[in-house]
Structure formats: C-alpha cells, structure tokens
C-alpha cells in the first residue's frame, strides 16, 4: 500500500493551470514535511516546493511567483497549485515526505518516502 498517493496531473496550455495534490494519509507520522519534485526526461530530479508542519514553505527559484504550495493537516493532503505554466514545467511530479522539516531543503536524498508520480504535460 502506497504511503503517498499523487493525482491531478495532466495535459495542460502554456499559460494554463493545475492542481496536484499529495494523499499522505497512510504515512502514519505526526510530524512529517511533504515536497514536490519534477523530473523531465533527460534531466535530474529537482526540488520545487516543500511545506513542513507548521506550514514553513520554500519554493524553488525556477518556479517562484507561479506555484504555490499549501496543505491540509486534517486531511494529510499536500497541494502544488501551478500557474503560467511553461513548456518546460513539462515534467513527472513527485511527492515526498520526510520527517520534521527536511522537505524545505529541497534535496531528493533528504526525503524518506516517495510515490510513484504525477505526469504534466504543457504542450500548444
């Protein structure tokens, strides 16, 4: 059973939006950051977003001023809400979770659990 559960990927317009959302509900720790990471073909992993517990966040630079990052605790559901998409946005989104606040860090190899990924596509 997948800890982390990613949904709301797709083909989207330059210029367009959209939501991802993270399901950590099965990760069962209290004090747990989430993060997203892309991967393009070709390309390394990067960080974009993380948030921790008490809801710090860090955005990545390449993407400030259009994504956003933000959770529900209750819930134990990150989002990514993405706007002015680019074409190089284009990417599979992964959702990550670490314990306390290593997901502001924005390094793949700090995180503890990964789910399987979310493609976006931007595309005219």
């Known amino acids: 059973q997948e800890r982390l559960v990613e949904s709301g990927g797709g083909s989207v317009q330059p210029g367009g939006s959209l939501r991802l959302s993270c399901d950590a509900s099965?990760?069962?720790?209290?004090?747990?950051?989430l993060a997203w990471f892309r991967q393009a073909p070709g390309k390394e992993r990067e960080g974009v977003a993380g948030?921790?517990?008490?809801?710090?966040?860090k955005i990545a630079d390449s993407v400030k001023g259009r994504f956003l990052i933000s959770q529900d605790n209750a819930k134990k559901t990150a989002y990514l809400d993405m706007g002015s998409l680019k074409l190089e946005d284009s990417a599979t989104y992964y959702c990550?979770?670490?314990?306390?606040?290593?997901?502001?860090?924005?390094?793949?190899?700090?995180?503890?659990?990964w789910g399987k990924g979310t493609l976006v596509t931007v595309s005219s």
């Open positions: 990550a979770a670490a314990i306390g606040s290593r997901c502001l860090t924005l390094r793949q190899f700090g995180m503890d659990y």
């Open positions: 099965r990760y069962h720790n209290n004090k747990f950051c």
């Open positions: 948030i921790d517990n008490d809801g710090a966040t």
